[in-house]
């Protein structure tokens, strides 16, 4: 076990001795900064302020009004409408004063900045193996008394701890900025969201952590798939190809089959287990026992194939 996290520990010290690691950490940090001072100077959403006292009731009961007004006439998009009006009934009926753009609304906003992170795990995912080979150093690293299923399972790790570490700082960073920026009053207000038709309420910091933690499932797979591409192809730059493609196009591939049987046996179609929370599954008969079964046997699979090829090929040419 003590070799296996020394493996980890290299594996970790080689990825930041790279000037790259250290310009994906930097352009994460800009992205949250810059987005954060552009809404703070330019965003009319952030300037809003809750009104004072009861006035809210007297706002949202107008809010609901104009809503149903606006339903009778068939105007605006129902949906929404729809979702609005149950979730400011709820606030009056169970007395939560709505609050204006606040720390926890910043945070959410970041959690599309998940794709920036899997776009930067993928390409170190792609050439933990790739560049072993790229740059000779296989033969040096396979000539110790390792075994090479430990060494292996040891650049998997590392992938992981840095794709961890990445959204971790994504999260802490997004908090540290929207406190800065647009403070933290109403800390503690309860997160409205629509399941099932009906309004429910999560503590604002669980709900939060647990969507970023949903979010990195899809990240965690192409990962992984890169990962895979790397250790069978050993080559990059076709690793980060093909994986970025088929994350950018995932949602448009499950699209395309969706009126097909067998769609929902699509990896992109299982990765996003945010829809069983908090939204509708892209495919009605999906359920998350199904969906996490699914990503299980693609989990098996790539780390199966890259076993196989990184484990049983002959390295004597390389």
């Known amino acids: 076990m003590s070799n296996f996290i020394q493996l980890v520990k290299?594996?970790?010290?080689?990825?930041?001795?790279?000037?790259?690691t250290w310009v994906m950490l930097i352009i994460l940090a800009v992205l949250v900064i810059g987005f954060g001072i552009i809404l703070k100077v330019d965003g009319g959403m952030t300037q809003q302020e809750a009104p004072a006292g009861n006035e809210w009731r007297e706002a949202l009961q107008a809010e609901n009004e104009q809503i149903e007004s606006e339903m009778e006439e068939g105007s605006g998009f129902a949906p929404m409408n729809e979702e609005t009006l149950a979730k400011n009934q709820y606030?009056?009926?169970?007395?939560?004063?709505?609050?204006?753009?606040?720390?926890?609304?910043?945070?959410?906003?970041?959690?599309?900045?998940?794709?920036?992170?899997?776009?930067?795990?993928?390409?170190v995912a792609a050439s933990i193996i790739a560049n072993e080979f790229k740059w000779g150093t296989i033969k040096l690293l396979l000539i110790r008394p390792i075994s090479r299923s430990k060494i292996l399972a040891a650049k998997y790790t590392s992938v992981l701890v840095y794709a961890a570490t990445m959204l971790l700082l994504l999260y802490v960073l997004s908090i540290l900025t929207g406190a800065a920026l647009f403070g933290t009053n109403n800390f503690n207000e309860p997160f409205l969201f629509m399941k099932d038709g009906e309004v429910q309420e999560a503590p604002i910091f669980q709900h939060t952590a647990s969507q970023y933690l949903l979010s990195s499932v899809n990240l965690f797979m192409m990962a992984t798939f890169a990962f895979m591409i790397s250790a069978v192809f050993r080559n990059s730059a076709l690793a980060i190809g093909v994986a970025i493609f088929l994350m950018l196009s995932g949602n448009s591939i499950v699209a395309f089959f969706m009126d097909k049987e067998w769609a929902k046996y699509i990896l992109f179609a299982n990765t996003n287990l945010n829809q069983f929370f908090t939204g509708t599954p892209m495919i009605p008969d999906l359920t998350l026992g199904f969906s996490v079964s699914v990503l299980a046997v693609y989990l098996i699979l790539f780390l199966g194939l890259s076993w196989l090829f990184f484990t049983k090929r002959d390295v004597t040419n390389s």
């Open 91 to 123: 606030r009056l009926d169970n007395d939560i004063a709505p609050s204006g753009y606040n720390v926890w609304n910043f945070v959410q906003e970041n959690r599309t900045n998940v794709s920036i992170i899997s776009l930067l795990t993928i390409i």
């Open 10 to 20: 290299n594996e970790q010290m080689k990825m930041y001795a790279q000037i790259s």
